[in-house]
C-alpha cells in the first residue's frame, strides 16, 4: 500500500536507485520519483515495480496544456502511474468548468494508467474539498490524494475520512506528506486510505534491518 517516495530537489541518481532497490525489496505498489527520472527508473527496475510520477508539482499552477504534455512525456517514459497537482487557485475562484476540463483532459491522456488527483487539503475549507470530491469522481481518477508534503501541511486523519466518504464508489484516497510512523500510517488505512505515500516507512524497516 506504500508508494515509496523521493521528491526532494536535491536527489541525484543515485538517491533514486536506493529507493528503487528498497522499493522492491519490500514489496511496495509503486516508487514515487521526479519525472526527469522516469526513463532511467523504468529501464533499472523493468518490470518489477510500478513507477509513479509526479505532474504539475508542487505548486499545480501550470496551464492545463503544460501538464498534458507532462503527462503524456511521463507515460512514453514507462510512467504507470501520475500524480496531478489540481491549480488550488481556480478552486478558490470557483473555476470548477476548467477544473474539470483539465483533469478530463488528463484522464484521456492517461490512457489507461493510474491518475492520482493531489488536492492540497491544508490550503482548502471543507466546502472546498466536498467539491473536488465531485469533479475528481466525475473525472473518473483512481485516487484523490491528500497533499503534496510541499505546502503548509500533510495528511490528516479527518481530511481521509472526509475524502473516502464522499468521493463516488470506486474512487480511492492516498495519504501522503508527513507520515513517519507505522502508526500514523495504520490510522490514515483505518480512515479509509488505500496507498500511503511516504519516504520514512521503508526506511525503518530498513533500519530495524527486519527479515
Known sequence: ??????????AGWEDVRTICDEAVRWGCA???????????ARSYISEKLAVCTVIGFPNGYA?????????????????????VVINVGDVKDGRDDEIAY??????????GRIMKVIIECCLLNDDEKLRLCRLV???????????????????????????????????????????????????????GASRIGASRLVRLMEEANVV
Do not use: Q, Y
Open 137 to 191: 469522481s466525475e473525472a473518473g481518477a483512481d485516487f484523490i490524494k491528500t497533499s503534496t508534503g510541499f505546502s503548509t501541511g500533510g495528511a490528516t486523519v479527518e481530511d481521509v475520512r472526509l475524502l473516502h466518504d464522499h468521493v463516488k464508489p470506486g474512487v480511492l484516497v492516498k495519504a501522503a506528506g508527513g507520515i513517519s510512523t507505522f502508526e500514523e500510517a495504520a490510522a490514515m488505512i483505518s480512515a
Open 63 to 83: 496551464t492545463s496544456a503544460a501538464k498534458v504534455f507532462e503527462s503524456t512525456e511521463a507515460i512514453k517514459n514507462g510512467a504507470d502511474e501520475i500524480d
Open 102 to 111: 483539465e483533469l478530463i483532459r488528463l484522464r484521456e491522456v492517461s490512457d
Open 1 to 10: 500500500m506504500v508508494d515509496h517516495t523521493i521528491l526532494r530537489p536535491a
Open 30 to 40: 509503486s516508487v514515487c520519483i521526479p519525472p526527469s527520472f522516469v526513463s532511467r
